[in-house]
């Protein structure tokens, strides 16, 4: 097989890590006001060193910060912005008990404008501890409209949907091209909205609100193109579709075949990761209408358990993708972040290094290298 010189890798990761101590104690320290923003910087930059060092020493090519300057994958952006807050969302995450539990979603409460180059802080910093590929992680910008309900805009700011969805689009395209500049060439966008619109009982939902699920669709598939509009050609754009991550709940289940054939071929990503390690998100069917130019990233490992997949069932599974998308277009990863809010999932560190190198190594064995 080709070795991969260029994202994505044969081996990757979403991007959150579990939140060592340090980083907890340095939050807990700035909020009682014992330590000032400088302090809570410089602690910050040590557990990122360190991140830094557990994804090498893992054999990751590809390199995040842990995501360790945010509070959720999605309070990075939020907080990036003016015109965005946190208000009660109307889905709920479920768990293995059958319980559900409440959330908090992004909601439009003014004009959305990008205020602070969060984004650049977190890529600036990683630029001076590796030398390996840095990939700059976003929540996707539906998240910004669906996951709070897809309510209608406040008409006090937006006349309609589309103009608001013009100034998210604006907002993410001005910090995606920020950081261009400063060297970065490797986005992905964490998204949830779009695998939950394959979920049957979410459609029904968004139905009884007066919505087209299937507007919907091509409305954020239009907002998700404009969002790096001015990335350079050489950038690697991607994709990531979850179920929904939370300390070990998901939000949605359903197969891709409800979103593949539009998704696949209208989004003008390079490379789509898509969640794989249940059987909440169906089969590799939907495979079949991914276009040839792209490629797909099998989130295979489970980042919700600790429990360690076979080397043997991961690489069976590989091969049974195989039939739809070649080999050659084909990688490995855990499904989703190891912690997409503060408190992380239900696994230990070693746990997810476990789960990292599991991942190095059936990529090495599948391909050749990671």
Not at 66 to 72: L, M
Request: one cysteine or more; charged letters at 25%.
């Amino acid at each position: 097989m080709t070795a991969k010189h260029n994202p994505p890798f044969r081996a990757e990761h979403i991007g959150s890590l579990l939140r060592p101590p340090s980083i907890m104690e340095a939050f807990r320290a700035r909020k009682a006001g014992e330590i000032d923003d400088a302090g809570l910087e410089e602690r910050r930059n040590g557990a990122v060193r360190d991140a830094v060092k557990l994804q090498e020493d893992a054999g990751l090519q590809v390199i995040t910060d842990g995501e360790y300057r945010r509070t959720t994958y999605i309070s990075h952006f939020v907080e990036s912005c003016e015109g965005l807050d946190f208000r009660p969302s109307s889905f709920r995450f479920y768990d293995t008990e059958g319980q559900d539990h409440e959330f908090l979603a992004p909601r439009c409460v003014g004009k959305v404008k990008r205020a602070n180059a969060l984004s650049a802080i977190e890529f600036d910093f990683l630029k001076t501890v590796t030398v390996r590929t840095i990939k700059s992680t976003y929540a996707s910008p539906a998240t910004m409209h669906f996951l709070g309900g897809a309510p209608d805009p406040d008409p006090a700011f937006y006349a309609n949907e589309e103009d608001l969805f013009a100034d998210i689009a604006a907002a993410y395209d001005e910090d995606i091209s920020d950081i261009a500049g400063r060297g970065a060439r490797y986005v992905t966008l964490d998204d949830v909205p779009f695998p939950m619109l394959c979920d049957p009982a979410i459609r029904g939902q968004v139905e009884k609100q007066g919505k087209d699920p299937e507007r919907l669709l091509d409305q954020y598939i239009d907002l998700t193109n404009a969002s790096f509009s001015s990335a350079p050609s050489d950038m690697t754009v991607g994709l990531h579709m979850c179920r929904g991550n939370l300390k070990g709940t998901w939000l949605s289940e359903g197969s891709y075949q409800a979103i593949s054939e539009k998704l696949f071929n209208k989004l003008n990503v390079d490379v789509f990761f898509l969640e794989y390690d249940t059987e909440r998100a169906g089969g590799f069917e939907p495979l079949a209408a991914m276009p040839d130019d792209k490629m797909v990233v099998l989130g295979l490992v489970s980042s919700k358990v600790p429990d360690m997949e076979s080397k043997e069932l991961l690489k069976a599974r590989i091969e049974e993708a195989a039939k739809y998308v070649d080999l050659e277009r084909l990688a490995i990863s855990p499904q989703c972040g190891f912690s997409s809010a503060v408190i992380g999932n239900p696994v230990t560190v070693n746990d997810q290094i476990a789960k990292l190198k599991l991942t190095v190594d059936v990529a090495q064995e599948v391909w050749g290298s990671a």
